[in-house]
């Protein structure tokens, strides 16, 4: 078998391979990397890892030879929590914000994740479609490949679907793969306000079996916080999800310490997201269960609220992934990079710590592992070319955009910052 394409000359290529996913505990501190590398591709799909000019084994003269130029290459990234699609932005709330009134008092006074409901209901299919867009554009010019993205602007049927549906059109048209979370439990509506348990039942029994049905999302959140949805209402909701076929991840311990990581081991959800306030006892039980800890530190920059204890995580052989929580409230941010410079200056992560947390632990929190976040034969050639001599540079310079080039299933998609092609 002869590759379509080889990438020769990688100076330094971070494989992310690993014998056990997620990776924790110091294998989280290892990375595989491999000096004046290449990597071969056939049909998208990574056939050859190898060193110096062994290449020539797998080439004939059709295969495209390109040079890395000596430059660092990693998988591409993955940020596995984004409310990607929604209409309007918040702005307007951010003097309140700085001004110290806290995010879950503007949801009360039917501000926050409630505006942008009223807005998302608004907003035409087409127009969420290009706001989306922009920001899909934004995350695949800083090396992102994958993209989990969450309904929950909503709140009744119709709209969820509009958001998931536009999220479906955005996985045909655009390079970046995207992974479908149905978020309904994200706030109460305003019609329920009194009423949280008849708008409980109408999302366990009306919403879920028709996204269900329409087969809109893989997965299924809740945001389990104080004055949103109570422990007990999440695990009402996530139990039935699981019966329903769902697979799970709950928004957790982002606020209060409410007893959400222990939540989301006793129902083994794929991740538990959030956890600034988890307690040691929930850390310990998540690490058991192998639900692994989406930690998301550009909303702690951007609440101004104390960072996940991370190196207790990591101490205590829980998994963790990083991603963006890119959203119109909490963190208005699609820079994933900048999410990994927070995991360093914030989080206290190592940088080999943090691209484990960005490639292959982010695919474990999609349930994508043996598809994507390393580079090893069988997995979707999806890789960055990063302008940069090494890992820990790329967490050191901070507040820019490293990517020099992007692959997407072995397509040069990204060359100098530049989108190439939307197919
Ligand atoms: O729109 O505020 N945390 N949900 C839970 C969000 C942030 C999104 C928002
Ligand atoms: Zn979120």
Same mark, same amino acid.
């Given at each position: !078998?002869? @590759?379509? *394409? ?46 110096? /000019? ?18 660092l290459?990693?998988?591409?990234l ?53 706001? +989306? ?5 934004r995350?695949?010019e800083l090396g ?12 009744? %049927?119709?709209? &969820? ?25 994200? @706030?109460?509506?305003? &019609? ?13 029994? &009306? ?8 087969? =809109? ?27 329903? #076929? ?14 959400? @990581? &222990? ?13 600034? +306030?988890?307690?040691? /006892?929930?850390?310990? !039980? ?11 530190p550009a909303?702690s920059f951007n609440? $101004?609220?104390?960072y +996940? ?9 829980? #998994?963790?992934?990083l991603?963006s ?6 963190c208005?941010s699609e820079n994933l990079q900048f999410v990994m410079q927070l995991g360093c200056l914030g989080l206290k992560m190592t940088p080999y710590e943090v691209l484990?947390a960005v ?10 592992? $043996? ?11 999806? =890789?960055?070319?990063f302008d940069a001599p090494n890992i820990e540079y790329l967490m050191y310079h901070f507040g820019i955009n490293h990517t ?6 072995? $397509? ?6 530049? %989108? *190439?092609?939307?197919?």
């Amino acid at each position: !078998m002869k @590759a379509d *394409l080889v990438i020769k000359n990688i100076g330094k290529l971070a494989t992310m391979r690993s014998k056990n996913t997620p990776v924790v505990g110091k294998d989280m501190n290892n990375v595989e990397i491999l000096e004046d590398a290449y990597v071969a591709i056939k049909d998208g799909i990574f056939i050859e890892i190898g060193i110096g /000019e062994n290449y020539k084994n797998i080439v004939n003269f059709n295969t495209e030879i390109n040079d890395a130029q000596g430059l660092l290459v990693t998988p591409g990234l993955i940020d596995s929590h984004t409310h990607l699609v929604h209409g309007g932005s918040r702005e307007n709330e951010f003097s309140k914000k700085i001004s110290g009134i806290p995010y879950i008092e503007i949801l009360k006074e039917g501000g926050g994740i409630l505006s942008t409901v009223k807005s998302t209901k608004e907003h035409s299919d087409e127009e969420l479609y290009s706001k +989306a867009i922009k920001s899909l554009d934004r995350m695949l010019e800083l090396g992102v490949t994958t993209v989990e993205s969450k309904s929950g602007y909503g709140l009744e %049927i119709d709209t &969820e679907i509009k958001q998931l549906k536009v999220a479906h059109q955005l996985n045909k048209t655009h390079p970046v793969d995207l992974v479908h979370t149905f978020l309904g439990a994200h @706030a109460i509506p305003i &019609e329920y306000k009194n009423n949280s348990k008849k708008y409980i039942d109408i999302l366990i029994n &009306e919403m879920m079996p028709k996204i269900k049905e329409l087969e =809109l999302a893989e997965f299924c959140d809740v945001f389990c916080e104080e004055g949103v949805f109570s422990i007990e209402e999440s695990e009402l909701i996530l139990s039935k999800a699981k019966e329903m #076929g769902f697979k799970l991840k709950i928004h957790a311990d982002e606020i209060e310490s409410l007893g959400g @990581a &222990e939540l989301s081991a006793k129902l083994k959800c794929i991740s538990a997201d959030h956890l600034m +306030a988890a307690s040691e /006892e929930g850390i310990d !039980m998540m690490a058991k269960n192998k639900v692994i800890a989406n930690l998301l530190p550009a909303t702690s920059f951007n609440l $101004n609220k104390p960072y +996940a204890n991370a190196r207790k995580m990591i101490d205590s052989n829980l #998994g963790i992934a990083l991603s963006s929580d890119y959203n119109p409230g909490s963190c208005p941010s699609e820079n994933l990079q900048f999410v990994m410079q927070l995991g360093c200056l914030g989080l206290k992560m190592t940088p080999y710590e943090v691209l484990n947390a960005v490639t292959i632990n982010a695919a474990y929190a999609i349930d994508r592992q $043996n598809e994507i976040g390393s580079i090893e034969i069988g997995k979707k050639a999806d =890789l960055v070319v990063f302008d940069a001599p090494n890992i820990e540079y790329l967490m050191y310079h901070f507040g820019i955009n490293h990517t020099k080039q992007v692959y997407k299933n072995g $397509n040069l998609v990204v060359d100098d910052k530049v %989108i *190439l092609s939307k197919i």
